[in-house]
């Protein structure tokens, strides 16, 4: 029974990030009940309690739902919009996620975001600088859009990061959160002969030295929380660089288009005179 428990990753923190922050969206809604599902299964199956099937409902997923609402219409419209950029990308975004979901908490104790976006950033960055729209439609759109799928992976992969509330743990806002190692215990009890003179069975030293007995972390090795400034600006520069990555594939497609054409018009075709 326990080793087909899901394990706890820091849902209840998780969860609870979710559905603090997520305002109008269905999509975060329902991402956090289903965390709240999982939540509850893990007491029930250790409690040895019989499940409920009437319990923990969650909103249908997004395709199977109708979107009538104007929150609904706009989910919809940024799903199709981020499946027809990225359909490749988004999907190895999403297995690089479960990948280092994998890690945690053994060696990770958090989820590296900052690490995941700035890297989908530098390859896009990468990407656009050496972009050239060549000769024809090839070059000039299906290139570029299928190159793009390496920088979408990994934006992909720290959105979804942010999406199932990482942000909540500590270390999400490290470069790389590696796991502190473990501190082993130094005791330092005082093991001399009983003084039979004293005015008490315990002294003030005894009792000092027994607050020693819990050891205390080194300063390297206790978590430290980091600003969320380098996220919101990764985010930024990925949103302007998928806009200056649309329209610079835009203008490619046009002059690709227009050599195209003026490539088909013979130079030696005569000028029709104007009457």
Same mark, same amino acid.
């Given at each position: ?51 409920? +099937? ?8 997004? +395709? ?8 609904? !219409? ?39 975001? +900052? ?101 205390? $972390?080194?300063?390297?090795? !206790? +978590? ?42 013979? $130079? ?8």
């Amino acid at each position: 029974m326990l080793s087909e428990m899901p394990s706890d990753r820091f849902d209840e923190i998780r969860r609870e990030w979710i559905a603090r922050h997520a305002g109008v969206s269905i999509i975060q809604k329902r991402r956090a009940e289903v965390l709240n599902r999982r939540i509850h299964d893990r007491h029930r199956r250790l409690a040895g309690a019989r499940p409920n +099937p009437h319990d923990d409902n969650v909103i249908k997923p997004l +395709p199977t739902r109708t979107a009538r609402s104007v929150e609904g !219409r706009a989910e919809a419209a940024i799903v199709v919009v981020a499946a027809l950029l990225a359909p490749i990308g988004w999907p190895a975004g999403i297995m690089m996620y479960q990948r280092i979901l994998k890690l945690i908490p053994h060696r990770l104790r958090s989820y590296p975001v +900052p690490a995941l976006l700035w890297a989908g950033v530098g390859l896009g960055a990468l990407t656009l600088c050496l972009y050239h729209h060549g000769a024809g439609l090839d070059t000039a759109l299906l290139t570029p859009w299928l190159v793009a799928q390496i920088p979408a992976t990994f934006i992909a992969a720290g959105v979804y990061g942010i999406l199932n509330g990482w942000l909540a743990v500590d270390g999400a806002t490290d470069w790389w959160p590696l796991t502190p190692p473990t501190v082993p215990a130094d005791l330092h009890y005082p093991m001399g002969p009983d003084d039979m003179t004293g005015p008490g069975i315990f002294s003030q030293h005894d009792l000092d030295a027994g607050e020693q007995l819990t050891p205390i $972390a080194p300063e390297s090795a !206790r +978590p430290r929380t980091g600003s969320t400034a380098p996220i919101g600006v990764a985010l930024v520069v990925s949103a302007l660089g998928i806009i200056w990555a649309i329209v610079t594939v835009g203008l490619g497609v046009r002059d690709a288009v227009t050599d195209s054409i003026v490539q088909t018009i013979p $130079a030696n075709t005569p000028a029709v005179a104007p009457w």
